[in-house]
């Protein structure tokens, strides 16, 4: 990409992380965490990688993205307000009472969102079901399914790994957001997953070990999936949990608790130098 | 009466979808390792390229199937009742259910009468997970004819649907020109004593059990009730209010399935005196389906025995 492409999605991923931040904070609820360790990632897939149409999100044959670490919702929220799915204005609205902006992704009432999710290890089941269709309809539109590094510790998540690899699911990359903390603490600790590399290698994946707060690794990564024939991708982002905020990264306890005003503050000044020093380059 | 022509639903099921799969083409249909058992094997056979096998895995399956929907098409889903309605409750709830995706879950080997492979596959549960999930609709239909036309109702309706299917042969009654439609009952039998309702294979034996009351002078309503959810309400009150009496027949647990949903129904609309007929609070075991029918009370000569003491 181009260093002015970067600079735009480098941008784009500055505001998508104040997006969480002011959902969270006016939420008074949600996940943090790991919508900031995914912020490039959300960025990378609705501003560059994905053929979609936001005046036509229910276009039939765009390419699908399922959040299956659902919970990370004010990630992906934000990240469709900036693509321009619904207003920005509306994300602290996010788990109000009769907003739109469900806890947990909602298809029925989020513009953009393709699939329900929030029970952990079934977005990836969902999207395995979507790459199958389009290989059946004869369509050439991709699936992009997101997975945290504690959600691949549901059984359901290497089922759906195995039908993929089984069914030559070259149109369908999975993200591992691999940030190291769950609810509980250290993934490591609570129950390890790893290798994660290894398994997914042995599960028949083309398997790619990227920086997840790095655009030219991503695009990498990306570019390589779609002219990998024969088997479904899985890139596994080593990302920072809160990564932009610098009191809540590395932090499990910001894995599900929102900024209270001070913290609000601090956080958006925060990104805000960020987004300066970003638009200055 | 002995020499009539038995099928297991399940096999309506399989020879419904190779029919609706010729007319159908977003018509796709999923299994767990079971296509010979749920009779998808014969779909498989005729549409090979959209008949998928996704192992042992029915969670997946189902969720899978949701994706599937999303993306226009029109996924049977099919493994037996106990692992469909049972291991995959939370797949079907949160990835059907709640987005209202049109997914189809056919579920096969219902009740007790799966027999010899006993209580672990027995399963007399599912009216009562699938009618808690907000939205999804449930059928039991009762016989061939009756299976075949399920089938193809709920591919025509849009939005999820839970079929329940039978594993042993039971007596085709309807005819060919029967009409089934989703949400509504049928009268086998006027009658002004009890109304006798019934789906699944208790319906032939209510069937029975109803000329077999008559000849005792106990002039029985008998009502098929194919559809769990939404039930017929309309039907249901008119019974209660003409006979008085009611009784429930189902091979499922008497709790939360359709016994549950009549009392539900009779008790905040019609208080009315209500027994029901099914697998009381317990297991089922290993043996014949016909002998386990008969030691579990899912009879005629059971519902005549319940009746006659009801209307005494």
Known sequence: MTSSEKKQLQIAACKVRMGVIESTH??????????????????????????????????????????SKGHTAPGLYSALAYRGYFPVEDLPTLRHIDSYLQGHPNMNTVPGVDMSTGSLGQGISAAVGMAMAAKY???????????????IQEGQ????????????????????????????????DVMSPYPIVDKLLAFGFNVHAVDGHDFDALEKAFENAKKTKGQPTAIVMSTVKGKGVSFMENDAGWHGKAPNDAEYEQAMSELKAQLAEVEGK | MADMKKVATRDSYGAALAALGAEHTDL??????????????????AFPDRHFDFGIAEGNMVAAAAGMAAAGLVPFASS???????????????????????????????????????????????FALMRSIPGMTVIC????????????????????????????????????????????????????DVAIIANGLMTYEAIQAGEMLAEAGINACVINMPTIKPLDEELVLEA?????????????????????AVCGLLSEKLPTPVRRIGVNDEYGHSGPAVALLKQFGLTADHIVEVAKDFCK
Request: glycine letters at 12%; charged letters at 25%; aromatic letters at 10%.
């Open chain 1, 26 to 67: 006016g939420a008074k609820a949600g996940h943090p965490g790991g919508s900031l360790s995914a912020a490039e990632v959300f960025t990378y897939l609705y501003f560059k990688e994905m053929n979609i149409d936001p005046a036509n999100p229910k276009w039939e044959d765009r390419d699908r993205f399922v959040l």
């Open chain 1, 137 to 151: 309809q004869g369509k050439t539109n991709r699936v992009y399914s997101l997975l945290g590094d504690g959600e």
């Open chain 1, 157 to 188: 998540v290497w089922e759906a790994c195995m039908a993929a690899a089984h069914y030559k699911l070259d149109n369908l990359c999975i993200i591992v957001d691999n940030n190291g903390l769950q609810i509980d603490g250290n993934v490591a």
């Open chain 2, 28 to 45: 796709v249909v999923l299994d767990a390792d079971l296509a010979g058992a749920t009779k998808t094997g014969v779909f498989k056979k």
């Open chain 2, 80 to 126: 037996f009742a106990m692992f469909a309605a049972g291991r995959a409750f939370e797949q079907i709830r949160n990835s059907i259910g709640y987005p209202n995706l049109n997914v189809k879950i056919g579920a096969t080997h219902g009740g007790i009468s799966v027999g010899e492979d006993g209580a672990s596959h027995q399963c007399c549960e599912d």
């Open chain 2, 141 to 192: 239909p009762a016989d061939d004819i009756e299976a075949k036309a399920a089938v193809k109702a709920a591919y025509e309706y849009k939005g999820p649907v839970y079929l329940r299917f039978g594993r042993l042969a039971v007596p085709v009654f309807h005819n060919e020109d029967y009409q089934f439609v989703i949400g509504k009952g049928e009268i086998l039998r006027e009658g002004t």
């Open chain 2, 240 to 260: 209660a209010r003409k006979c008085g009496k009611v009784i429930t027949c189902e091979e499922h647990s008497i709790i939360g399935g359709l016994g549950e």
